[in-house]
């Protein structure tokens, strides 16, 4: 089957992974997609300069989605999609990090196949892998880690999903969307069985500027993601592994406060 970047080629759609957020970490064949671009039907977190490699004529059309708000629902922006390429345009549909992982590309690809168009999908370096790459954070390690896996914290209810066996010794646990809910998250694992020293890093804005990787210990995650303001998009790993990355000590830097307070009272 023939590329779709067939430049030949009209009335079609190419989901494209645009990565955690630094330009450099796109692929060549995004870049490629991009500068083909008819339409650039785009998430909110998109870096200005990844957009910007798109023609200056192409149409450009935010889908902005955050935990409170959603610009259009999924079915609009399905539709929305659907009814460019109709119209015979180059459609780009650039998604942070990659189409298929927590990024709904399943959804997108069913309803223009639905429509009876072509779709091809250009995937993108993920939250996780960008994100734990530049923490120092292996996922996976001979001597810590044999398997990964990775969920979501909001995805239909975190009372709903089944975590049992994902996260514990020998294993590490990614998760996305963790930030609002990371006290009912910790407590979830810890429930499972999961130790409350297990390390656990929580990675902000990874890639981009301003980004801070924090570590210390699951029954302390909750409070820390309190403390030090985290905001999305982050994602949190769970695991053994932490423990390899270069993630700031944040619980050894407030027992270092704790005991400075302490000994000044004392004084």
Request: proline share 6%; net charge negative; glycine share 10%.
């Amino acid at each position: 089957m023939a590329t779709l970047l067939d430049p030949h080629a009209r009335g079609r759609v190419i989901l494209v992974g645009a990565g955690p957020g630094d330009p450099g970490l796109l692929t060549v064949r995004a870049v490629e997609a991009l500068r083909a671009a008819e339409v650039v039907v785009h998430d909110g977190l998109i870096d200005p300069r990844v957009l910007d490699l798109a023609p200056a004529t192409a149409h450009r059309i935010s889908v902005a989605k955050t935990r409170a708000r959603h610009t259009l629902p999924q079915e609009a922006i399905n539709a929305l999609i659907v009814a460019h390429v109709k119209a015979g345009s180059v459609v780009i549909r650039l998604k942070g990090g990659d189409p298929f992982v927590f990024g709904r590309g399943g959804e997108e690809v069913e309803a223009v196949r639905a429509a009876g168009l072509p779709v091809e999908v250009i995937p993108g370096v993920s939250a996780a892998l960008g994100c734990a790459a530049e923490a120092m954070l292996p996922l996976t390690h001979r001597d810590h880690s044999s398997a990964v896996s990775f969920v979501a914290g909001q995805c239909k209810g975190l009372s709903e999903q089944d975590w049992s066996g994902l996260a514990g010794q020998g294993r590490t646990l990614v998760i996305y969307m963790g930030v609002a809910t990371a006290s009912d998250i910790a407590d979830k694992l810890m429930a499972d069985g999961v130790a409350p020293d297990m390390p656990v890093a929580v990675l902000e804005k990874g890639t981009q500027p301003g980004h801070r990787a924090m570590k210390t210990l699951l029954a302390d995650l909750g409070p820390m993601v309190t403390r030090e303001a985290v905001r999305s998009p982050a994602i949190i790993v769970v695991g053994e592994v932490v423990e390899l990355s270069d993630a700031e000590d944040k619980l050894a830097r407030w027992a270092r406060v704790a005991e400075a307070v302490a000994v000044e009272d004392a004084a």
